[in-house]
């Protein structure tokens, strides 16, 4: 063995060193294999404790306002803030709980969240003078369109399309609000018109209105002047969204401190709840006191005459009714005729005599009063006409037919006007009745009377009785032509 040379390594043989090389290969693509799933997994956020691990929802687009504003499918993902002192798992920590705010969805256009609030109100333009359209909450995605000269408001837009406008301490934007552009409204000169421009006293005055805010409460007020106007509303109104009301106004006869509208002029204000109105005038007539004055002709006749009627001192341009009545103030019947008075309150009408009351009953009173009224009101006058009633020849009849001075005969007649007065007469039968009366009686209400009558031996004059060949003549006292005769021998002393 001395003569053996040293060992200096052992020998490997070929089919080992190919195994080892295999070996190293597989132990370095499996090292590369998992160093590629590790940066995988740290890149797609696939950690059960990563938020973001959620899939962006679609995203929505403010686009120019040609285009139309698509909104999100899904409420954008939600970032945990967290606070300034790091939370601490254990032991007693007084750090508030992270505050949640969302997130804006990428590639959106000018867009808002609402914040500070519970419930913000979408009003119809920049400012609380403005109507409410709707009501969104806390968080609610909103489009912005533009905003006010002061940037205070801003136009918004909703994912129901509705568009309106919201106070800015309210919202949080994904852009700078100055980089919006301006769409407030201009705004418009309000104006208003009163119809009628000439009023009296409760005279409704219809106000209509355009260019005030959009659904917007306006007031109405009045005064002497545009300078001094009364606090008092006396009427209100709501604007449409374009600004127009509609309303009216009952003309007062005082102003709202209690002193009396004298005629002239009356300023009407209309104004909304931000200051903005207009003015209109009216041209107001205060109440006059009126001394109505009527004249009838003529002034007796029966069923059929045409009676012709006039008035003065009456209100002007006011309807009035003639009526008949049995006294001045028994006025209570259906107008016969109307007329309208003249700007100086004359009228002039005509209407023919019936024979009957409007309830279809025969007119048998004699003393009727022509009537001429303002209807609800106190401005009456009445002017006396006498009616001939229509009836049957009046016969009478005497007991006995011949008497001397002093003898009672009876006297009886029929077919007389009911309920009038009569008057007995004597006269001859040559001549007619020639003395006044020396009775008179009263018909019953079938016209009818009977009484006694004592034989004169004078006439009515003082002259002595002569003749003997009389006649006893009976008239109705208020139409001497409604009258009857009968032949009376006077016996001679």
Same mark, same amino acid.
């Given at each position: 063995?001395?003569?053996?040379?040293?060992?200096?390594?052992?020998?490997?043989?070929?089919?080992?060193?190919?195994?080892?090389?295999?070996?190293? =290969?597989?132990?370095?693509?499996?090292? =590369?294999?998992?160093?590629?799933?590790?940066?995988?997994?740290? *890149?797609?956020?696939?950690?059960?404790? #990563?938020?973001?691990?959620?899939?962006?929802?679609?995203?929505?687009?403010?686009?120019?306002?040609?285009?139309?504003?698509?909104?999100?499918?899904?409420?954008?993902?939600?970032?945990?803030?967290?606070?300034?002192?790091?939370?601490?798992?254990?032991?007693?920590?007084? #750090?508030?709980?992270?505050?949640? &705010?969302?997130?804006?969805?990428?590639?959106?256009?000018?867009?808002?969240?609402?914040?500070?609030?519970?419930?913000?109100?979408?009003?119809?333009?920049?400012?609380?003078?403005?109507? =409410?359209?709707?009501?969104?909450?806390?968080?609610?995605?909103?489009?912005?369109?533009?905003?006010?000269?002061?940037?205070?408001?801003?136009?918004?837009?909703?994912?129901?399309?509705?568009?309106?406008?919201?106070?800015?301490?309210?919202?949080?934007?994904?852009?700078?609000?100055?980089?919006?552009?301006?769409?407030?409204?201009?705004?418009?000169?309000?104006?208003?018109?009163?119809?009628?421009?000439?009023?009296?006293?409760?005279?409704?005055?219809?106000?209509?209105?355009?260019?005030?805010? *959009?659904? $917007? &409460?306006?007031? %109405?007020?009045?005064?002497?002047?545009?300078?001094?106007?009364?606090?008092?509303?006396?009427?209100?109104?709501?604007?449409?969204?374009?600004?127009?009301?509609? $309303?009216?106004?009952?003309?007062?006869?005082?102003?709202?401190?209690?002193?009396?509208?004298?005629? +002239?002029? %009356?300023?009407?204000?209309?104004?909304?709840?931000?200051?903005?109105?207009?003015?209109?005038?009216?041209?107001?007539?205060?109440?006059? $006191?009126?001394?109505?004055?009527? *004249?009838?002709?003529?002034?007796?006749?029966?069923?059929?005459?045409?009676?012709?009627?006039?008035?003065?001192?009456? !209100?002007?341009?006011? /309807?009035?009714?003639?009526?008949?009545?049995?006294?001045?103030?028994?006025?209570?019947?259906?107008?016969?005729?109307?007329?309208?008075?003249?700007?100086?309150?004359?009228?002039?009408?005509?209407?023919?005599? !019936?024979?009957?009351?409007?309830? #279809?009953?025969?007119?048998?009173?004699?003393?009727?009063?022509?009537?001429?009224?303002?209807?609800?009101?106190?401005?009456?006058?009445?002017?006396?006409?006498?009616?001939?009633?229509?009836?049957?020849? !009046?016969?009478?009849?005497?007991?006995?037919?011949?008497?001397?001075?002093?003898?009672?005969?009876?006297?009886?007649?029929?077919?007389?006007?009911?309920?009038?007065?009569?008057?007995?007469?004597?006269?001859?039968?040559?001549?007619?009745?020639?003395?006044?009366?020396?009775?008179?009686?009263?018909? #019953?209400?079938?016209?009818?009377?009977?009484?006694?009558?004592?034989? !004169?031996?004078?006439?009515?004059? +003082?002259?002595?009785?002569?003749? $003997?060949?009389?006649?006893?003549?009976?008239?109705?006292? /208020?139409?001497?032509? =409604?009258?009857?005769?009968?032949?009376?021998?006077?016996?001679?002393?």
């Amino acid at each position: 063995m001395g003569n053996q040379p040293p060992v200096t390594g052992q020998q490997i043989s070929p089919n080992l060193q190919w195994g080892i090389i295999g070996a190293v =290969i597989i132990g370095l693509t499996c090292l =590369i294999c998992s160093g590629v799933l590790v940066i995988y997994l740290l *890149a797609s956020g696939g950690d059960d404790e #990563n938020p973001q691990s959620v899939a962006n929802p679609t995203p929505f687009v403010f686009p120019t306002q040609s285009t139309p504003q698509v909104f999100p499918t899904a409420q954008p993902t939600q970032t945990l803030r967290p606070s300034a002192t790091p939370f601490s798992s254990g032991g007693n920590n007084n #750090n508030p709980p992270p505050v949640i &705010q969302p997130t804006f969805p990428t590639n959106s256009g000018p867009a808002a969240y609402v914040t500070n609030t519970t419930t913000l109100n979408v009003r119809s333009g920049p400012g609380t003078e403005y109507g =409410i359209v709707q009501t969104i909450g806390l968080n609610q995605l909103v489009g912005l369109i533009g905003r006010n000269n002061a940037s205070t408001w801003v136009q918004i837009r909703l994912v129901s399309g509705t568009v309106g406008w919201v106070n800015t301490s309210y919202i949080r934007a994904n852009v700078a609000l100055g980089s919006l552009p301006v769409t407030e409204p201009t705004p418009t000169v309000p104006q208003v018109t009163a119809n009628p421009t000439s009023v009296v006293k409760d005279t409704q005055i219809a106000l209509n209105g355009t260019g005030y805010p *959009a659904s $917007t &409460q306006v007031y %109405v007020y009045i005064g002497p002047s545009n300078l001094s106007v009364f606090p008092n509303v006396l009427a209100t109104a709501l604007t449409d969204s374009s600004g127009r009301f509609s $309303t009216t106004l009952k003309m007062p006869a005082q102003w709202p401190n209690g002193t009396t509208i004298p005629t +002239g002029p %009356v300023i009407i204000s209309v104004t909304a709840t931000n200051g903005v109105g207009a003015l209109t005038t009216v041209n107001y007539t205060a109440a006059q $006191t009126y001394t109505p004055v009527i *004249a009838i002709s003529p002034n007796t006749g029966p069923a059929g005459t045409v009676i012709n009627v006039s008035g003065t001192g009456f !209100p002007p341009s006011l /309807s009035v009714s003639i009526r008949l009545a049995i006294t001045s103030t028994d006025f209570l019947t259906t107008p016969y005729t109307t007329a309208v008075t003249s700007g100086s309150g004359t009228f002039a009408t005509s209407f023919t005599m !019936p024979s009957k009351w409007p309830d #279809n009953s025969t007119i048998t009173q004699t003393n009727l009063q022509v009537v001429a009224l303002v209807d609800g009101t106190s401005y009456v006058d009445s002017e006396a006409f006498t009616y001939q009633p229509a009836v049957a020849n !009046p016969v009478i009849s005497i007991n006995p037919t011949s008497a001397g001075a002093g003898t009672d005969i009876a006297v009886s007649g029929t077919n007389f006007p009911a309920n009038t007065t009569v008057e007995i007469r004597l006269g001859l039968s040559s001549a007619g009745f020639i003395s006044s009366p020396y009775l008179t009686v009263t018909t #019953n209400s079938s016209g009818a009377f009977t009484t006694p009558f004592t034989v !004169p031996s004078q006439w009515t004059n +003082g002259t002595p009785i002569t003749d $003997t060949a009389l006649q006893v003549v009976v008239t109705v006292a /208020s139409n001497q032509s =409604i009258s009857a005769v009968t032949p009376f021998t006077f016996v001679l002393p």
